[in-house]
């Protein structure tokens, strides 16, 4: 099974992740925790490009920018995601596909490219349930600067983050099945519950 987290920031993706897969390997579940971009040595190489990148006087385009996600996605997937669920390993993904259509496509990069782009990167492995963490960008961010200051990547695309919202919840909509649509104002173990519900029927473990 590969179960994503998606939303803006300060939704609770990494916190969500973390209190699943603790509860999946407390039920014996083989469990592998990844972030997209990142985990493989590729990825953090892209990870360290893209912050700098954004302090520098001509950032990439966004369609420049979503292939440099593509190509981390791209080694993720052939590496590590699908030796992984080859295995019978529950994967869980901070960020898959539907980031790069709601951010690249907040900042103009055609659709139909971005789409094209993801098909080509993840050869066919796609999320069994994407959990999108719904929230007003705005209550995002102050719950990330209280963490700490903005990292580049925070900093650039704070002023678009109700785009990016919008984005996702239209992707949430086109899609017949396989989201879970939850409100991130809730208190953490509130979602952890509705969560973990829905991944039990699809695990066929309800009572």
């Known amino acids: 099974m590969f179960i994503v987290f998606e939303g803006v920031e300060g939704a609770g993706k990494s916190t969500q992740l973390r209190l699943l897969e603790n509860c999946l390997r407390g039920e014996g579940h083989k469990v592998l925790a990844l972030q997209e971009p990142g985990t493989t040595a590729l990825g953090q190489r892209l990870r360290a490009l893209l912050l700098n990148s954004k302090q520098a006087d001509q950032p990439p385009q966004p369609l420049a920018e979503a292939f440099l996600f593509g190509a981390a996605r791209a080694e993720l997937v052939t590496t590590v995601i699908r030796p992984a669920l080859a ?114 029927v699809m695990l066929g473990t309800v009572p």
């Open 87 to 200: 295995k019978g390993e529950i994967v869980l993904c901070d960020r898959y596909t539907a980031s790069t259509v709601a951010y690249q496509g907040a900042k103009g990069a055609d659709p139909f490219a971005l789409s094209t782009l993801n098909d080509v990167a993840v050869q066919g492995v796609r999320p069994n349930l994407t959990v999108l963490l719904d929230l007003d960008p705005k209550m995002g961010l102050r719950r990330k600067q209280a963490e700490g200051p903005l990292n580049a990547f925070e900093e650039a695309i704070a002023n678009w983050l109700d785009v990016v919202r919008a984005g996702y919840l239209r992707l949430a909509a086109a899609s017949a099945h396989g989201w879970l649509i939850l409100d991130a104002r809730l208190p953490a173990e509130d979602i952890h519950r509705q969560i973990v519900a829905r991944v039990a």
